[in-house]
């Protein structure tokens, strides 16, 4: 009996040694052919920027779901290998908008700031209310009842004296009526307007900014009814100068000749007599965009998880037809999430899966606020409480500013000094077998971007989830059409996924799990 029960105890440790040894050979499954094959379809112009509810998401989610399959990945969510996060697009829409006899075009002749829910705005006569200064030196609107009416104001500047001095300040120096970007708007919606109509010279590069990209809207978790709040808000359609002129051509006027006259005395609103007749407001639409979701079950720790994690969509496609490809950011992460469950499933095949379970999570919607990463930790697939560690990896393709003249042989290692101690030498370890700079430049206590908040694992780490971020890099071409795949360096993205392999494969088998011993926002230094 005592040689059977030694054996009982030397048999686990045996067993895991044996699952634990050298996966050198599983790690060179990963290959710059590999990665290229992959990154070259999720970046292509078919996969149109991988835009969350768009069809080039769709299409993006179907081929990882393809991958996960090929490899022998488990589809953990009842069957399927998505979760569906539900989604609200809110946007600001213009049925139609009119002046005079001239139909507008939203996106091209103005830009609306509002949140109102879709209504009609009809009226027959505009107020020209000058700057729209209400100040005790200086006030055009005394005594002007200006409720349920479509007013005109110059949304800009305030009158000086012939010394260019401010009439309200006596000095060179402007008031908050300039100074303050919000302030003559906020005070004229006191009194109950209509609709504002709001000029200024800046407004024609806003429109050229906005057009597309504004029209597209926010998207946010579906909450529900929380999300259906009645908007009031007054609309405030920023308009071109030269459209301004047009209407003040009824009182022998421009913005620019307003602006030029010295006024020492606010004069009266006019009115100016020409139909408005709009129809606009803010609408939401339902979306729905998966978490992709592959499983390898472990062996004897099985009920311990392990996430691998990176972002699937990127900016997608706008209406002129401008795309985002998305390589670095993060078709590259994506790549590595698929390389690595590609690895790791073929050791498991091979019997040499393994101790702790791995998700391999393709996330949705981390560009409009984390939203996929935030979806998951509510709603888990397995619960929180059995998982050990989160890895992310965003943007792992390129040779960012501070290392372009220097040595590329790096990768930003951000969160190891965040909840666990034990994370610096996992990675560490993991390390010698790439032998990169370790780069934790991104981990100073006083780092200004703080990007450890920024991507997806921060949801597991507010969870009390140890939690690292792999990352190369900002560019100049972050969230631009120039993130193609020409510029990224394969042979560093492919070193880069090796040693998040060899950190995965480190946790998933090690005796103990990371152990949490430190606070989410305690910083220690980093050794930089």
Known sequence: MRKILSLLFILPYAYSCSVAQNPTKYANLITEESSKEYLTTLASKEFAGRGTGQEGGKKTVKYIEEQFKSFG?????????????????????????????????????????????????????????????????????????????????????????????????????KSTWSTSRFKRLQELMKLNPKLILAAGSQNEEMIKRMNNRGMMGRVSLDKGIANQNQRVSIPVVHIKNSLADQLLAQSNTTVAKFKANTISNPGQPQVIKSTVNASMGVTSVKISDPNVIGYIEGTDLKDEVVVVCGHWDHDGILPDGTYFPGADDNGSGTVGVVEIAKAFAKAKKEGKGPRRSILFIALAAEEKGLLGSQYYVENPIIPLTQTVACINIDMIGRIDDKHLNGDHNYIHVIGVNKLSTDLKPIVEKANTDTKMKLDYDYDHPEEPMRLYYRSDH???????????????????????????????????????????????????????KPIVDMSLEEAQGTGR
Do not use: C
């Open 458 to 512: 921060y949801n597991f780490a507010k969870n009390g989830i140890p939690s690292l971020f792999f990352f190369s890099g900002l560019h100049p071409h972050y969230h631009t059409p120039e993130d193609t795949i020409d510029k990224i360096d394969f042979p560093m993205m492919v070193k880069r996924e090796k040693l998040i392999f060899y950190t995965t494969w480190e946790i998933a088998n090690r005796d103990k």
């Open 73 to 173: 990945l488990q589809p953990i969510v009842n069957g399927s290998y998505y979760q569906n996060v539900p989604l609200l697009q809110t946007l600001y829409k213009v049925d139609s908008f009119s002046l005079g006899n001239q139909n507008l075009v939203y996106g091209q002749n103005f830009y609306v700031q509002g949140d109102n829910s879709i209504s009609t705005f009809d009226a027959n006569e505009i107020v020209f209310v000058g700057y729209g200064i209400q100040d005790d030196k200086f006030n055009e609107l005394k005594n002007t009842d200006i409720s349920g009416k479509v007013v005109l104001v110059i949304n800009e500047g305030e009158p000086v004296n012939a010394q260019g001095n401010s009439i309200i300040t006596g000095t060179a120096t």
